[in-house]
């Protein structure tokens, strides 16, 4: 090890370096120049890279004999897993870790309803205090219980510095030497295990008063930044001469090496990261286990949700990225944040490569023209030679086939095929028709028979995989294949026929995606004997299709690969010699035979050489793993040929075993030797195996694609003095594509081992992946291409893909061609050595590109294993792909999770993962999925199925049980956060209506008109009277019974008599004086009615209430007990059942039930009428207040005076044309707003029937409404959404018996929604569309729109034009613009008119801040001012000067004398290209949203009902879903209608669609049951309800799952 020590300064060195020191001190020098000349002046003194001389400056060297450091490596002796592992990855990792440790992680651990929680793991976790139910680890820390966590060597002290500074580097180099400590195993990260245990706890007792708040990857790190001392981090096992890359040159002439990339040069300084401080929250006394907080209304909550979310909020606070640079934001055009190249990114240096020529093909004599020419003459010359020995289960050998057995069956098959299938006329299969292989993995006999059966016949055979069930992962695109190769017979064995699923008939069913295909079973003893004078025509081989080899594409599709017969002849003939295969060889393979390098060795070039192949199956690989071990000694096997895995459980399992003898072997191909992991699994296998007889030169990796076929092989040498070559890469420049050799002292290194090189008689270059197929530069990764006879020719029936792999002609720089054939591209990725070696880092399928970086699929799945992956979840089961959300490619990991790994467990295994990731690659992870144990669909020979398991997550149904996901450190594409522009204000030119160039937003109903008879009253007790003397008999009022019966129904006269008695009662019983208030809580009927006109003659001021629900008195009685309150009422009148309710013993469970003012129950009345009716003095007195709840919560009365009642009437009448011969079917609530105006006062005022129907009944009878409304023959009907949704989901199937039972509705002329709200098209489409068959006119169907101020602005009428939709741009909408798009374009949101204007009612949209006009471009507050307005809100609290502008603002400039109301909504005026009744052009009013549930996010306004819209649309099981922003974080509230199990696939579908659709990050998922989402009686949600509830912990959640 001497040879790596520091060379001690000379002192004049140290005398420059102190000078320059000084110098940067006083600023004479710039920091980057200090830097250049002290590592210029330090280069020579650096210890230098392994492997790497400088004196030696040529290019192929020759090679040093390895140090014996490289044979007596400390490795475990295979007891962990070694799959994937190579040593210093492991360690990486654990120092990565260990770093992070000291930050300690407060990540929020999702919470998951005991339900989902296995009892066991339960118990193991729930902390003292909390209830069972919680399933949420303490606040104060979330990593505990990890120990072993450091990667440390023994001992070695971690260094409390975030990073290794140069500093600490070189004084370690001048002052101690290089110690090495190898460090294989995992040991505590604070020197022994109980110091570090007593640290853990210190921490944990701590953290509450001063524990920095982390977060899991908050702070990327510097790729220098992660050892945390670099002296236990480097690996003793490959120095020497591992490293076969040349030295540095000083000079240029020699373009052909590599640029120096190994010692510190100035071109790459050393980024030093500082130690980050963390800031130390405010202390907050704790309840339990839990914060006190306060929520944004400073109410205190004590909850774990809150408290946890308030965690989650302070972590986000911090920075999590450099601020977004600045650029200019267009009105409309929200850029996405374009990724800008990181300046000091590494760039290829090196000289242009030049193409590599193998070594020339040597032709022997004796080769055969054909591979059916060496069965040929094998069959005859030496029938009895062994060609295939076959195992069973037991590793017992089953059947062996020679020679002649496979000639003569093979000629059998070939002649069946040619004759028995089809008739003498017409056959089924011709030659050169393909036909299907179908053979199970553990009978290649009958597989190879077929197999050269086919090729004697001159059919093609396309070998796939078994199809076990109709639905196997990725059968479907097998099917395809067949399909598009017009394959119509299948070749498969007896047993395996036996085993495919069979219909009831015992037919084989038609398997997903296939086409219809003859089964034909290939044994002997089915088939008949061919003639003796037949027999096959054996050709030289050509350009014909010898075979199809199936190859699955990264995104699932199959595709089929065409290899010529003279391809297939020229790969055997190039296998043998660079393998030296010779006659009668035996060779054990353990490699599926139907493709790739099994295929190649096993069935082919194994029968060209006479071979004897030792065939172990999959399935007794799983039984015994050392088998094919076994089977090398027992048969001194010379060749075999295995996979990474195959070693690796040979390394677990081979303890038991005393008698093992490898010396026989002369090579051992590792198939799978491209793979950049499979390096640590032939180091730990020669590592054991050397001691029984294995030689290291044996060991012979090779890279291969179905496309080029065998790409390179490593050749067994006898000359052990030729090592193999090894680089160990920088994964940043590998991000970059840039080849930098690292020193080994980093953490974030890929060790490479080359896979020999170029195939014989074969050219190859490395291209750039991307664009036109430029050759790299020596020092950059690109795609391997081989031009050669031996590859495939082409995708079969897919041209233009063949074009741009198999047809590839490479170019120079200058764009002159390299060659005039064309190469081959393989799909893999990597680079040409020094001496000719290959070496590949990854493959083309696994690549994935974020942000202008690529990442190897691979290479991340290796990163999560060596997070001490053996607890939690199963080695070899994780799936690692990316998903495109926002225009870039994010990574997604899928693990399958051991059964017994508790929940805490297992996320603070993610939580690791995640952070191990961001230091290793400097790349985020958007989602760690963890599912159940053999639930990831797999491929044919066990591996997990990529593609299907990408599907299943799109489509959420991949049913994890555990999510982690971190949007907010991937996601770094965002627009950027709008500033606000200051609007147009009073300097702006106003000229007429238009503001700065644009119309003022303004209109206006029609006049009122000339008074009628009865608009001469000004009050509504007038009308009633004067309708009670002209019309007595006239009926005003019907209400009908949930079978639709009339249960009663009220005349002018009637009415009059029962408010005269109800008067009288008031003023006697109640004693009540003039202008007291009432509180009218009766059910939706009559009694309502008749009780309103009582306090009207008594001169009382009603207040209708919603009785309180007998199944749920302790939430509603609560409301009904408050509005009696705040309106101050004297007294409540009631029907007898209610007012026994509102005292039983239920109520004072609810509320205190002495507190109710008198209770009069209407149900016996005085005989007697008071002695006169009362008569206001001032129509501008109250005639009734207005109460209700608004969905943002607030419970507000309106002050409605009588003028305004009157001329509110006057207006519906009008708009509506109500008159005395008119029947209105009302199907609304009687209890505010335009319903209870539509229920209690419209008729009396106009005259009209009005057909009451309850909401309610419809629950017990969905058509009740409908039915109502044919059977009348009503014209106009009035109804809420919550009536239109139940009619929309309970009649979806019944419209065929409706139609019988005589439903007609083509008498309807309208139908409005009755709403506060924007217009829900989809809801009012799908009823439309819904009902059209039973006769309802699409235009009949229309909103109304009407708020706290004033209770209808809008309706839609009679006449007047139909009602208009519009689509508008969503991003132009966020920030306040209106900018219409066409139908159908991408972010349009399409909304339509509220109803026409009412008449006598006038808008204007106002900027909600600075109160000035708009221009109708804009989106503003909707401004109305008409005679109908509320007077005012009735509060008690005397706070009216917070609300007073709400009904009395003026403009800031224009028009600044009228007085407007505010309605708190946001909306927007457009003049339409249709004509009203007056033959203007008639202006639309398009209503957004509420201003009180607006969400301001990143400076833009979000409205939630858009969000909304958004995540319904993702997933079929969410049934609704709401949305609220808590501090910056946005709340994602979803009811999930289905088990429980699919709650968490919800969790990155609504992440990602909200992040698609509206560019925001989501913070919480809250996934709860049907019905949680609290809605009021118009069928609105009551977001802020809901997260009162939220935050009060109060939803029982099936799953919350916290986005970091």
Known sequence: MADRDALPLPLEVRARLAELELELSEGDITQKGYEKKRSKLLRAYLPHPPGLEASIAHERRPPMAPSASRYHRRRSSGTRDERYRSDVHTEAVQAALAKHKERKMAVPMPSKRRSLVVQTSMDAYTPPGFSPLSSLPPLTDTSSGSEEEGGQGEGTPTSSQGSVSMEHWISRAIHQGSTTSSSSSSTQSGGSGAAGRLADVLAQTHVGKSGPIAHLSLKRKTMLGIAENGNSLRRSCEFGSDLLWPPPLESDENHSAPPDVTTYTSEHP?????????????????????????????????????????????????????????????????????????????????????????????????????????????????????????????????????????????????????????????????????????????????????????????????????????????????????????????????????????????????????????????????????????????????????????????????????????????????????????????????????????????????????????????????????????????????????????????????????????????????????????????????????????????????????????????????????????????????????????????????????VGTVMPGALMCVVKPEGVPQLCRTDEIGELCVCSIATGMSYYGLSGMTKNTFEVFPMSSSGALISEYPFTRTGLLGFIGPGGLVFVSGKMDGLMVVSGRRHNADDIVATALAVEPMKFVYRGRIAVFSVTVLHDERIVVVAEQRPDSTEEDSFQWMSRVLQAIDSIHNVGVFCLALVPANTLPKTPLGGIHLSETKQLFLEGSLHPCNVLMCPHTCVTNLPKPRQKQPEIGPASVMVGNLVSGKRIAQASGRDLGQIEDNDQFLFLSEVLQWRAQTTPDHVLFTLLSSKGAVLSSLTCLQLHKRAEKIAAMLMERGHLQDGDHVALVYPPGIDLIAAFYGCLYAGCVPITVRPPHPQNIATTLPTVKMIVEVSRSSCVMTSQVISKLLKSKEASAAVDVRAWPPVLDTDDLPKKKPPQLYKPSNPDTLAYLDFSVSTTGMLAGVKMSHTATSAFCRSIKLQCELYPSREVAICLDPYCGLGFVLWCLCSVYSGHQSILIPPSELEVNPALWLLAVSQFRVRDTFCSYSVMELCTKGLGLQTESLKSRGLDLSRVRTCVVVAEERPRIALTQSFSKLFKDLGLHPRAVSTSFGCRVNLAICLQGTSGPDPTTVYVDMRALRHDRVRLVERGSPHSLPLMESGKILPGVRIIIANPETKGPLGDSHLGEIWVHCAHNGSGYFTVYGDEALQSDHFNSRLSFGDTQTVWARTGYLGFLRRTELTDASGERHDALYVVGALDEAMELRGMRYHPIDIETSVIRTHKSIMECAVFPWTNLLVVVVELEGSEQEALDLVPLVTNAVLEEHYLIVGVVVVVDIGVIPINSRGEKQRMHLRDGFLADQLDPIYVAYNM
Request: glycine residues 6%; aromatic residues 8%.
């Open 270 to 754: 050393v980024q030093v990261e500082r130690p980050q401080v963390s800031t130390i929250p405010r202390t907050t006394p704790k309840y339990g286990n839990a914060k006190l907080m306060e929520t944004g209304d400073g109410v205190p909550v004590s909850s774990r949700v809150s408290a946890k979310i308030q965690q989650l909020v302070n972590t986000l606070k911090q920075p999590r990225r450099p601020p977004l640079r600045e650029f200019f934001v267009d009105d409309f055009e929200e850029l996405l944040e374009v990724q800008q190249p990181d300046p000091n990114q590494p760039r290829p240096e090196g000289a242009q490569m030049v193409a590599i020529r193998g070594e020339p093909l040597g032709v022997v004599t004796n080769w055969p023209p054909s591979l059916e020419a060496a069965l040929q003459r094998w069959g005859t010359i030496s029938p009895k030679a062994p060609c295939l020995t076959t195992m069973d289960t037991n590793g017992k050998p089953l059947y062996v086939l020679t020679y002649g057995k496979l000639w003569s069956r093979s000629i059998k098959v070939a002649y069946n095929i040619l004759h028995k299938l089809g008739t003498k006329q017409e056959p089924m299969v011709r030659p050169g028709d393909r036909v299907a292989l179908v053979f199970p993995n553990n009978d290649p006999a009958a597989f190879m028979v077929a197999f050269y059966g086919c090729l004697l016949a001159e059919v093609v055979p396309v070998p796939i995989e078994v199809p076990l069930t109709r639905k196997d992962a990725g059968s479907q695109q097998i099917g395809f294949l067949l399909g598009s190769c017009g394959v119509t017979v299948a070749l498969t064995s007896d047993a395996c026929h036996k085993g495919l699923p069979k219909g009831p008939t015992g037919e084989i069913p038609q398997f997903k995606g296939w086409p219809k295909l003859l089964w034909f079973v290939t044994e002997s003893k089915h088939l008949s004997k061919p003639p003796r004078d037949w027999f096959p025509h054996i050709k030289d081989a050509n350009n014909d299709t010898a075979y199809i080899e199936y190859k699955t594409c990264k995104d699932g599709s199959v595709l089929g690969v065409t290899v010529t017969r003279i391809a297939l002849l020229t790969h055997c003939q190039a296998l043998t010699q660079s393998c030296g295969y010779t006659e009668a060889e035996i060779i054990v393979n353990v490699l599926d035979f139907k493709k790739d390098v099994g295929l190649w060795h096993g069935i082919l070039t194994s029968v060209m050489n006479m071979m004897h192949v030792i065939s172990i199956p999959y399935s007794l690989m799983k039984v015994n793993p050392l088998s094919w071990i076994q089977k090398v000694c027992q048969y001194k096997a010379k060749v075999a040929c295995v996979k990474s895995r195959d070693m690796h459980w040979a390394l677990v399992a081979h303890r038991d075993q005393r008698d093992i003898n490898l010396s026989s072997l002369r090579m051992l191909v590792v198939a799978d030797g491209s793979n950049p992991w499979s390096i640590s699994s032939c180091d730990a296998f020669l590592n054991v195996f050397q001691s029984k007889g294995l030689r290291p030169e044996v060991i012979c990796p090779c890279a291969s694609s179905a496309e080029a076929l065998t790409v390179a092989i490593r050749r067994p040498t006898d000359d052990s003095n030729q090592p193999p070559g090894r680089g160990v890469l920088s994964m940043q420049g590998l991000s970059y594509g840039v080849i930098r050799v690292d020193s080994e002292e980093r953490l974030s290194v890929l060790t490479v081992q080359d």
